[in-house]
């Protein structure tokens, strides 16, 4: 058994890594609680301030945790969607998973009146829902390519009728509840919400790992897939829940964050330049999406906390449009 690697994804998933770490100790030591590096990493060893300590051990750190779990989880999820679609639009955000959980969350809020943890489960439950509804749909003539592309986004559109739907027809408190959650938030993550989360992200990454060599090929057509002894529609269906499962997972902490799933493994790949989905050079540059603009809305307007979705819907946006122009730049 022999394992191929190559340096350059290797070394770039170092400096990704070193980036996201780097950005984090940013966000722990800025603040309406003003520190030092040397001041936060004396927390960690049990020697830091009393307040200081209150404010980076309950507060700062989780909230970074999440931002890292949520980025890792939509950038491997959209790594997989666009390795089986083999269509730089394979996303969550596109194929109508993203809405989907939207849907199960706001059916928590507004129809069962359910808690926190209720939310995140009708999240979660939205996600795998819809994206069984979206295979079904497509499993008939191989759930690849555009079709898949095509079907989940009539999906997202009926999914979010039905979201605006239920809304406009709640109350106004729940109405803003269920807008808030809408925003994709990371304001007031706890360490007890993020265990669960934690625990299946540990998981599913796991699994998803074994497929790697498997999507790799499978990106060559199915009939070269088989011809080398990969099982092609087992390999698709695993790749499916395991991503649909990483969407659940994600807006479960913290909402619908837009964006990351689709951008990150564009990044990733240009980075890396190596054939294959990238899992992990995807899983860390959504990293460093997520942290980055979590720390960009905490500073860019403080003292008020706005949803890290708008930061990733503005970086996400940019990102579009530096693809675009370099597209037009190419055309004759």
Do not use: C, K
Request: aromatic share 4%; charged share 10%.
């Amino acid at each position: 058994m022999s394992l191929r690697v190559r340096r350059r994804a290797v070394w770039m998933s170092v400096a990704l890594l070193a980036v996201a770490l780097a950005i984090g100790l940013w966000t722990l030591v800025t603040g309406s609680y003003r520190s030092s590096v040397g001041e936060v990493l004396a927390v960690f060893v049990g020697e830091g301030r009393r307040g200081l300590t209150q404010t980076v051990l309950n507060l700062r750190l989780p909230r970074l945790a999440g931002a890292a779990l949520v980025g890792a989880a939509l950038g491997m999820s959209g790594a997989l969607f666009q390795s089986v679609s083999r269509n730089p639009l394979g996303s969550p955000d596109i194929i109508g998973l993203t809405a989907g959980s939207s849907t199960g969350a706001i059916v928590a809020i507004l129809v069962l009146r359910g808690g926190s943890a209720d939310v995140a489960a009708g999240a979660f439950a939205g996600a795998l829902l819809t994206g069984v509804l979206v295979y079904l749909l497509t499993s008939r003539h191989g759930a690849s390519g555009f079709r898949l592309i095509l079907t989940g986004i009539g999906l997202s559109a009926l999914l979010v009728g039905v979201n605006s739907y239920l809304i406009t027809r709640a109350d106004i408190a729940d109405a803003e509840t269920a807008r808030r959650w809408l925003s994709g938030s990371l304001n007031g993550v706890r360490w007890e919400a993020l265990v669960a989360p934690a625990v299946l992200l540990a998981v599913l990454v796991a699994g998803v790992l074994t497929l790697g060599h498997r999507l790799t090929v499978l990106e060559t057509g199915d009939e070269t897939a088989q011809a080398r002894g990969v099982p092609v529609r087992r390999t698709r269906i695993a790749a499916l829940f395991a991503g649909v499962a990483l969407v659940g997972v994600a807006t479960a902490v913290a909402g619908p964050v837009v964006f990351v799933a689709l951008a990150a493994p564009h990044i990733a790949r240009r980075l890396t330049g190596a054939p294959g989905p990238g899992l992990v050079p995807a899983a860390l540059t959504g990293v460093v999406l997520v942290v980055a603009s979590d720390l960009a809305v905490q500073r860019v307007v403080a003292p008020l906390q706005l949803p890290v979705g708008v930061g990733t819907a503005a970086l996400g946006g940019l990102y579009l449009a530096w693809l675009l122009a370099g597209e037009l730049r190419r055309r004759p």
